[in-house]
């Protein structure tokens, strides 16, 4: 899909996939394939922010750990800064690993328990090579600052730490390789509402300051709404509507962000309460129809919406919906 709106792309992601075998029984047979990524485009826009949301089980971390290369795509081009990344070696990335970071939503998880803030922001220094010069002390007092923790924490261990505080150690970290994109994979969800405000606030002080690029993973739209410029929504590894995110909120066209919307907080679409849900809907995960995978269960649904590929419609200002009804 080719959008005119976006002039300055960090990253550019065209047809991308990447599906699992499902293995059962005793031989661990493979008894079908889930599409956790299945032809997705999206573009992410230099210092700003796309938003990616999704039910669980959308594919949202797969599409992260393809952007960072941790996982290979099966097909699709992934350009960053128009180099196409997509088929480069481990050896080929590593100049580019400092570029794009990740937060995890669990920064507990992703925390060495063992190891103090300081050693954990330099370890991500030494790694990518960039602890050479003698500073590194005075470089995380700097990114403690920066994340709005005091420089004394640099000795202190996650245990210590509050939730919100380990998070921010998390984006200390990130930033310690000084990258232009970051990855945000749910980077709230673990978090108190009132604690997720700050954190959002801070990602958005960061960006302003660093001119960094995200894309902020989430299930949750009310965070979406206020951090994102423009928000993609996923549905079954495939990305169903693309817009502005006033404009997904006031005016959304597919009938899986509708659901996903009337259905706040919780986002599957069994919480919306509107849909029929064929009993054999699990199973279904495992062999989807052609076409676009929301039929089985939209109640706008025809024959048209099972041919194999389900064209992006624009209906507005950089707003885009897979689905030949928005028309
Ligand atoms: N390594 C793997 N092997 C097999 N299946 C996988 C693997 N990783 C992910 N999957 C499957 O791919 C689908 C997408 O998973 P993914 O973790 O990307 O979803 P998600 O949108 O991040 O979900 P959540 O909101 O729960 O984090 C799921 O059905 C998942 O079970
Ligand atoms: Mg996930």
Not at 42 to 58: H, P, Q, R, W
Not at 284 to 308: H, N, Q, W, Y
Request: glycine share 8%; with cysteine.
């Amino acid at each position: 899909m080719e959008m005119e709106e976006h002039q300055n792309p960090i990253m550019r992601v065209t047809g991308l996939k990447k599906y699992f075998p499902v293995r059962r029984g005793f031989f661990q047979r493979t008894m079908g394939w889930v599409k956790a990524v299945d032809n997705v485009d999206m573009t992410i826009d230099t210092g700003k922010t796309l938003g990616l949301v999704g039910e669980s089980g959308c594919g949202k971390s797969t599409v992260a750990r393809l952007l960072l290369r941790l996982i290979d795509p099966d097909e699709g081009e992934i350009r960053f800064n128009g180099q196409d990344i997509s088929r480069l070696s481990e050896k080929e990335m590593k100049p580019l690993r400092k570029e794009i970071q990740i937060v995890f939503q669990d920064p507990y998880g992703s925390l060495n328990p063992r190891m103090t803030v300081g050693q954990t922001i330099e370890e991500g220094l030494r790694t990518l090579g960039m602890n050479r010069d003698g500073k590194t002390r005075a470089r995380i007092a700097e990114l403690l600052e920066m994340v709005g923790l005091s420089p004394e924490f640099a000795d202190r261990y996650p245990h210590e730490f509050s939730g919100g505080q380990r998070q921010r150690v998390g984006i200390a970290r990130s930033l310690s390789v000084e990258p232009s994109l970051i990855i945000c994979d749910e980077p709230v969800s673990a978090l108190d509402v009132s604690i997720q405000a700050q954190i959002i606030n801070l990602l958005k002080d960061l960006q302003d300051h660093l001119g960094l690029s995200y894309l902020f993973i989430s299930h949750d739209l009310n965070v979406v709404g206020y951090l994102c410029d423009r928000v993609a929504v996923m549905y079954k590894g495939q990305i169903v509507e693309e817009a502005p995110s006033t404009v997904l909120f006031d005016n959304p066209r597919h009938p899986y962000t509708h659901t996903l919307l009337s259905a706040i907080p919780d986002p599957r679409p069994e919480a919306a309460g509107l849909l029929n849900i064929p009993e054999n809907w699990e199973d279904m995960a495992l062999e989807p129809p052609e076409g676009c995978g929301f039929s089985v269960i939209c109640p706008d649904r025809t024959e048209a919406c099972r041919k194999p590929d389900t064209r992006w419609v624009r209906v507005g200002d950089g707003h885009y919906v897979r689905c030949w009804k928005a028309n």
